[in-house]
């Protein structure tokens, strides 16, 4: 391999990459991103490419713990056909990649696609999306928590404010007996 020229090691790669697509039953799924995080009312890509010999047909599923549905299936340049529960919210690419708008915690699951050609060769991709809720009462909660300890802490504050200053006025008081004692004192004696 190393006395090989560069276009012959190029030819070689090649004639490689061609043997190892028809070994693969004539159909390469790729998914570049298996595990997919996102918030809700987000739009989520689920990414996939393939190659394969003819047209393919493609049909996307959505797994979940709660129930199985069929969102899409296709066949390139020939026909849609879009479950009720997804319409209005898929767009398809020609790479096979699908768009969920407007994502849900519902929409968590298993994303399976299956590309299928002609010849009846079928490959099976697969796609986990984990879709999180903001929970806002958790932040309202957390801002009303930190407001009611800041109220207590300047309640706090002048409460100890008004007791130094108590303190201070009956200390002068007793500055000003004493004072006053001492005087009588002197002027008793």
């Excluded at 398809?92 to 708008?101: A, K, P, R, T």
């Excluded at 009956?170 to 004493?178: F, G, H, L």
Aim: with cysteine; glycine share 6%; proline share 2%.
């Amino acid at each position: 391999m190393k006395n090989l020229i560069p276009w012959k090691r190029a030819c070689f790669f090649t004639i490689c990459l061609i043997q190892q697509f028809y070994h693969n039953e004539g159909i390469i799924l790729f998914v570049p991103e298996p595990l997919v995080n996102a918030t809700v009312s987000h739009n989520v890509l689920l990414s996939v490419q393939y190659i394969c010999n003819g047209t393919p047909s493609i049909e996307w599923q959505h797994t979940s713990n709660w129930r199985s549905e069929r969102i899409i299936d296709w066949r390139t340049g020939f026909y849609f056909n879009i479950s009720k529960g997804y319409a209005g919210r898929v767009k398809v690419y020609d790479n096979g990649s699908i768009l969920l708008e407007d994502v849900g915690v519902k929409d968590t699951g298993y994303y399976v696609v299956t590309v299928t050609e002609d010849y009846g060769n079928t490959k099976h991709g697969t796609i986990f999306l984990s879709v999180h809720e903001i929970l806002y009462e958790d932040f309202y909660f957390v801002a009303v928590f930190i407001a009611f300890l800041a109220a207590g802490a300047a309640v706090l504050i002048c409460l100890m404010w008004l007791c130094n200053k108590c303190i201070t006025v009956v200390q002068k008081r007793k500055q000003s007996r004493r004072e006053e004692e001492i005087e009588l004192r002197i002027i008793s004696e």
